[in-house]
């Protein structure tokens, strides 16, 4: 069973940055995609992005495709979100999860394991 726990949340300015961090329990490298899913006041938990197991592919929901950034250091066993431009609809519980299905997914179904979530507050 792989643990997954988010960090790096925290209340900041409108267009101001902040990275969250994902740390595994384990090696997940060449076996898991990871991805980052959120979910704002009174919203349904949505797809951030992901990364494939290998860091070669990354995919992001429009809303922040050139504001934020995927990465992860499987050294580390840890993935990150790096956010920049912050606005107040970034506003949410950010959730990292992870993945053995062939392919990285959009799709919450898709992910086995998941973190509690990290809050991230944005105010204008």
């Known amino acids: 069973q792989v643990q997954l726990v988010e960090s790096g949340g925290r209340s900041v300015q409108a267009g101001g940055s902040l990275k969250l961090a994902c740390a595994t329990s384990?090696?997940?490298?060449?076996?898991?995609?990871m991805g980052w899913f959120r979910q704002g006041p009174g919203k349904e938990r949505e797809f951030v992005g992901a990364i494939s197991r290998n860091a070669v592919s990354t995919e992001y929901v429009d809303s922040v495709k050139g504001r934020f950034t995927i990465s992860r250091d499987n050294a580390k066993n840890t993935m990150y979100l790096q956010m920049n431009s912050l606005k107040p609809e970034d506003t949410a519980v950010y959730y990292c999860a992870a993945s053995s299905w062939a392919q990285i997914s959009r799709f919450s179904s898709a992910y086995e394991y998941w973190g509690r979530g990290t809050e991230v507050t944005v105010s204008s």
């Open positions: 384990e090696d997940t490298s060449n076996r898991l995609h």
